[in-house]
């Protein structure tokens, strides 16, 4: 019988305990890389391969022309758009991912992006460090609103976007949410009122991204979502970076046109030289770190690793893609 094979494309864990664990029990030699990603050398590693694990690898058509027949491919993270998931169908591959590793550290990221740059904490911090005095007024920044006051806009009612509102709600935010897919009764029990995009953008004193990255929302907050919003409202990106037209964004906080930007996610990162983010005022960047606690990294490993083992089982994912 042949010796069944999973194969690590890329990865960046400290190690790999709940993977070799996994794979030994299921009686699977496991073939670990670090930095493979691009196609070519990703359908020579994983060629004959029954389960395959990544996190940026480019799962191709190609790619999954040569793996074992009924084999699976897991992803790291939430998003998947480096497979081929309609590739994937055709070939009679799996595919899943890990939603909820992370969920609640990336919500408390996005509260704590929106609360910063809403209650000034970075420009009160570079006042005070700069100032001979060492100090500043609590009104020289202008004026602030409080948290109870604030209409908080939820694009997308995922699992992220309702852990955001539970937690904003808890300050005493009204919480309003555009998505097309909800369930308005499921939403509105969790305390979300849905509304229409237009009317969100209208609306929301914070504008909270939480939205999957399709062909069709990409820059789904465009120049022109912006010009929508209010001048003193402030944009939240946790999701994918390209959500948003970073750059439109960046010139819309410099005009006045936006209020502030915190942003975990960008088009390109890292984020390059000369980009007009670095120098835009009343924004608050993060390196992709929402996701991170090491509570969220140890679960995004152990559930992966448990995918695995079911995979190479036969037995039903817990979090399989259908399409």
């Known amino acids: 019988m042949r010796a069944r094979r999973v194969v690590i494309t890329d990865q960046s864990f400290p190690g ?4 070799e ?35 940026y690898a480019e799962i191709t058509d190609r790619v999954l022309a040569g793996l074992a027949e009924g084999a699976t491919v897991i992803r790291y993270g939430i998003g998947y758009e480096t ?23 990336v919500a408390d990221h996005t509260v704590m992006l929106a609360l910063a740059v809403l209650r000034r904490v970075a420009d009160y911090h570079a006042r005070i ?41 808890a300050f005493g ?21 849905l509304t229409d995009f237009d009317t969100l953008l ?10 999957p990255l399709t062909p069709e929302t990409r820059h789904l907050i465009d120049a022109r979502a912006m010009a929508a919003m209010k001048d003193s409202a402030i944009l939240v990106n946790t999701a994918r970076g390209a959500l948003v037209d970073t ?15 915190g942003l975990d996610v960008l088009e390109s990162e890292p984020l390059e030289e000369g980009h007009p983010l670095r120098t835009a005022p009343r924004t ?21 690793a448990e995918e695995m083992e079911r995979a190479l089982r036969g037995e039903s994912l817990r979090c399989q893609l259908r399409r």
Not at 16 to 19: S, V
Not at 202 to 211: K, L
Not at 287 to 294: G, L, N, T, V, W
Request: proline share 2%; with cysteine; aromatic share 4%.
């Open 21 to 55: 664990r996994a794979a030994a029990r299921a009686g699977a030699e496991l073939v670990v890389r670090s930095d493979v990603t691009a196609e070519a050398e990703v359908a020579e590693l994983t060629a004959g391969a029954d389960v395959v694990m990544l996190a």
């Open 83 to 105: 497979i081929d998931v309609e590739a994937a169908a055709r070939h009679g591959v799996r595919v899943c991912n890990v939603p909820d590793y992370g969920a609640d550290t």
């Open 284 to 304: 608050l960047l993060t390196p992709h770190a929402a996701f991170y606690s090491e509570r969220s990294l140890t679960n995004l490993q152990r559930f992966a």
């Open 129 to 169: 460090t700069a100032s001979e005095s060492g100090w500043v007024s609590a009104t020289d920044l202008g004026p602030i609103a409080a948290v109870s006051d604030v209409t908080y806009g939820l694009v997308g009612t995922g699992q992220i976007g309702r852990k955001v509102a539970a937690r904003v709600r």
């Open 247 to 261: 750059r439109a964004a960046a010139e819309a906080v410099s005009a006045g046109r936006l209020g502030g930007l």
């Open 173 to 193: 935010a009204e919480v309003i949410a555009y998505d097309p897919y909800a369930d308005a009764e499921a939403v509105a029990a969790e305390g979300i009122t």
């Open 16 to 19: 790999l305990a709940h993977e």
């Open 202 to 211: 209208e609306c929301a004193d914070i504008v909270s991204v939480h939205a």
